[in-house]
């Protein structure tokens, strides 16, 4: 399989295999008016199997939603064809937006334009928690 170089964009690599298309749909790619190449499974020394976003445009992402899904992403920021900057990115310890509390009591379920936000309470389990309702964030 071939993918085309890119000559000013993104490259997420390094995605635990099939999370790339959870990160899809999250960052709203479907939406842009680019190409957006999304490899799953692919070949990875490192990890065995891996995902890959490239991104055929300099965009601006949702770090926090990239740290969210998984903090090994490796962010690889092309221009003019070659590597401009290699970023990694860790767990956010704040989440707002892109998931919701599925507490069927909590207040976000009563009242609609409260923002669901989530604070990160265990670092190494990932374990992240409703801050209205501490309800664990179940993704």
């Known amino acids: 399989m071939i993918i085309g170089k890119i000559e000013d964009g993104l490259v997420l690599d390094h995605i635990k295999a099939?999370?790339?298309?959870k990160l899809y749909e999250i960052l709203g790619l479907d939406k842009l008016d680019c190409q957006v190449a999304l490899i799953k499974n692919a070949d990875s020394r490192k990890y065995g199997r891996k995902d890959i976003i490239k991104i055929d445009k300099l965009i601006d992402v949702d770090l926090d939603a990239i740290g969210f899904i998984d903090p090994n992403i490796t962010i690889n920021i092309i221009?003019?064809?070659k590597l401009a900057k290699r970023?990694?990115?860790?767990?956010?310890e704040k989440i707002e937006g892109f998931v919701k509390c599925k507490n069927p009591r909590c207040i976000t379920t009563v009242?609609?334009?409260?923002?669901?936000?989530?604070?990160?309470?265990d670092r190494e389990k990932g374990v992240y928690r409703c801050v209205y309702c501490e309800s664990k964030l179940e993704y």
């Open 111 to 121: 009242e609609q334009e409260l923002p669901h936000r989530f604070v990160l309470t």
């Open 79 to 81: 221009r003019d064809g």
């Open 87 to 92: 970023t990694h990115i860790d767990k956010p």
């Open 18 to 21: 099939g999370q790339g298309m």
